[in-house]
């Protein structure tokens, strides 16, 4: 790291300014934002701000303490039940960041004698969990459902088990393969929670995500969101069974010794989700802003790997390259995520790219002229 900063090319924890949406001020710079998961834009929503300015006057800035004594307001209930409703599931528990639900759902959930199988790209989170729970760790090759069925059937039917799966896989933005994934669970009695941080509010007609997406939603078990994405702050949830949330309830270590959401947290929830469910056409305009970025870096002749969502990745393959890419790209006013070993596999380095709904024509071909400049003087394309 000391290297790459005297270097000039180290790109991680670099300032931001200002709010982010289509644009933002990082290191004093005006740049076009892609890589945000701002996906529907609502970070800078007038609604979404009024709201969470509502709460802190009428709840204060923190709840000190967690969910399990001091810490649940009136207002983490009414989310929870409004969430539900939304989710159509009987029950939604709220914890305090996305990590945070991962790593306590699994780890409560699976105990020793029992076995979580996993997507080799499911996110860290997923792998954390997976470590602090008693139960055995299994992994399948990555989007593969019959590498998973060889898994499935070595273990039996009456074997506890439970397929942790990413709805749509951070990195690289394609979508799992759930209608062959969901069969199996059935088939073999596991299981199914599917982790749909990058797809609730960008997948199904209603933004229900992944399972909606694929009209599949009695067949997944749990599923789990976050809050650092279409909903505009920061948080997470599992929606599933009331059974299930009571007893994570009282079994989940990463619940139960954190503090609870901020009350402006939860209110920006709240008002995300009115917005979600009334405003339709967000979907329609982050759908269009995707299309037409993928198909514009398709045909410069970018690598954009399987993506399928708003998130796209540059595929690049050497590591130094890559930081390379990002730092002329930075120079010319184009903020993106550089991924390297820590996030992908080895010589599968890639920027990472990221849409939303409020991303203008003019901006998303302003970038890709620069993409297309830089590309050509990397030689790339």
């Known amino acids: 790291a000391t290297i790459a900063r005297e270097q000039g090319w180290y790109p991680y924890f670099k300032v931001v300014e200002s709010q982010q949406g289509p644009e933002a001020v990082v290191d004093g710079k005006r740049m076009i934002m892609l890589g945000s ?14 709201a969470t300015i509502h709460a802190v006057n009428r709840f204060g800035t923190g709840c000190t303490g967690s969910r399990y004594l001091n ?15 939304f989710m159509q599931r009987e029950g939604v528990l709220l914890f305090s960041t ?53 898994i499935l059937r070595k273990l039996g039917p009456d074997v506890g088990k439970m397929v942790v799966v990413d709805g749509v896989f951070s990195m690289e933005g394609s979508i799992v393969r759930l209608p062959e994934v969901a069969q199996l669970c059935k088939q073999y009695q596991a299981v199914l929670m599917v982790d749909d941080a990058h797809a609730v509010g ?21 599923v789990m969101g976050t809050f650092s994405k279409s909903f505009a702050t920061m948080g997470g949830y599992i929606a599933t069974d009331l059974q ?39 979907r329609e305009m982050l759908w269009r802003n995707v299309y037409h970025w993928q198909r514009g870096l398709q045909e410069l002749g970018f690598n954009t790997g399987n993506s399928e969502t708003p998130v796209v990745p540059v595929v690049l393959g050497e590591e130094m390259l890559t930081f390379q890419f990002w730092r002329m790209l930075f120079d010319e006013g184009v903020f993106t995520n550089p991924a390297s070993r820590q996030a992908v596999a080895p010589d599968s380095a890639l920027l990472r790219t990221s849409v939303i709904a409020t991303h203008t024509s003019e901006q998303l071909d302003q970038a890709l002229d620069i993409f297309w400049k830089v590309g050509r003087a990397l030689k790339v394309i």
């Open 244 to 282: 299930i949330i009571d007893y994570i309830k009282h079994h989940s270590r990463a619940l139960m010794f954190s503090a609870s959401m901020a009350p402006s947290t939860v209110a920006t929830v709240l008002a995300a989700l009115d917005i979600i469910e009334q405003e339709p056409e967000r």
């Open 71 to 85: 810490g649940t307001l009136t207002l983490h209930e009414e989310a929870e039940a409004r969430l539900a409703k």
């Open 98 to 150: 996305g990590y945070q639900t991962n790593v306590g759902t699994i780890s409560s959930l699976v105990g020793k004698g029992e076995y979580i199988i996993t997507d080799r790209q499911d996110h860290a989170s997923i792998v954390d969990g997976c470590r602090l729970s008693f139960g055995k760790t299994l992994k399948y090759r990555h989007n593969d459902p019959e590498d998973l069925e060889r």
């Open 37 to 50: 998961n701002n996906y529907l834009g609502l970070t800078d929503h007038p609604k979404v701000k009024e």
């Open 202 to 222: 960008v997948l199904g007609d209603h933004g229900r995500g992944t399972a909606e997406h694929f009209a599949l939603e009695h067949s997944v078990d749990i």
